[in-house]
C-alpha cells in the first residue's frame, strides 16, 4: 500500500473556539450537513457559505481552512456530552460510555472526526487544534467523575496536582481510544453489558492508581 504523502500544510488561523453567534451556528450546522451529503473531500467553503446563507468571506474571517472549520463544527457536538449523576462511579462511567457511543453513532459525528484524524497525520496546527476544541474539554467529564467519586467516598482525594492531571490524562485514553475503536473502527455496538464490562475493568486500573 502506498504510503499517505502530506500536502503543504494549510496557513495557519486563529485557535480557539470562534465568536457564538447565530452566523457561526448557522455556519456550523451547515458544515455537519455537508459532510454527511458529500464528504470529507467534497466539501468545500464555498458549499458551506451558500447553505449556511453567508458569504464565504464571513467563512474565512472566522476559520482559515476547511480543517479548522470541520473540527468546531464536531467540537459543538461533544460539548453536549455531560456527566451523569447516577448514584455510583461505575454507574456514572457506563451513562457517559453509553453516551459518548450514541454520539460517534451520529453521521456527522463519524464522518468528521474521521476526516480530521486522517488530514492531522500531516498537519500538526490541525492536531493541535483537535486537541484544544476537542480532547482538553472534555477531559473536564474524567475530572468531574473523580472529583465526585471523592466526595461519596469511592476514590481516595489527591494530594498531588501533577500526579492527578497524569491519572486524568489517562483515564481519558482509555475511555476515549476504547470507545473510538469499538464503534469506529472494529464497527461494534457499545450496549449496556459492554459498557459494563468495560467499566469493571476501568475501575480494577482506577484502584491500582490509587492505590
Not at 76 to 97: I, K, N, Q, Y
Not at 153 to 169: H, K
Request: net charge neutral; glycine share 6%; aromatic share 4%.
Amino acid at each position: 500500500m502506498p504510503s499517505r504523502t502530506c500536502p503543504e500544510p494549510p496557513r495557519r488561523g486563529r485557535t480557539g473556539r470562534p465568536r457564538s453567534t447565530e452566523a457561526d451556528e448557522a455556519i456550523l450546522r451547515a458544515t455537519r450537513a455537508s459532510l454527511v451529503e458529500l464528504g470529507w473531500s467534497k466539501l468545500t467553503m464555498a458549499d458551506v457559505a451558500a447553505r449556511a446563507g453567508v458569504a464565504k468571506t464571513t467563512l474565512y474571517r472566522r476559520w482559515a481552512n476547511k480543517n479548522e472549520l470541520v473540527v468546531d463544527a464536531v467540537a459543538v457536538l461533544f460539548d453536549a456530552l455531560e456527566l451523569p449523576d447516577r448514584g455510583s462511579l461505575a454507574a456514572d462511567v457506563e451513562g457517559v460510555v453509553l453516551q459518548f457511543a450514541e454520539l460517534l453513532g451520529h453521521p456527522e459525528t463519524k464522518t468528521a472526526l474521521m476526516g480530521v484524524v486522517a488530514e492531522s497525520t500531516c498537519d500538526d496546527a490541525l492536531r493541535a487544534r483537535i486537541r484544544s476544541a476537542i480532547v482538553e474539554r472534555q477531559k473536564r467529564l474524567v475530572v468531574d467523575g473523580r472529583r465526585r467519586a471523592q466526595e461519596r467516598g469511592e476514590l481516595p482525594s489527591e494530594d498531588d496536582p501533577l500526579a492527578a492531571a497524569r491519572n486524568t490524562d489517562l483515564v481519558f485514553d482509555v475511555v476515549a481510544g476504547a470507545v473510538v475503536h469499538r464503534t469506529l473502527v472494529s464497527a461494534e455496538p457499545v450496549d449496556e453489558e459492554w459498557a459494563r464490562r468495560f467499566t469493571l475493568l476501568l475501575l480494577s486500573g482506577l484502584g491500582a492508581l490509587s492505590g
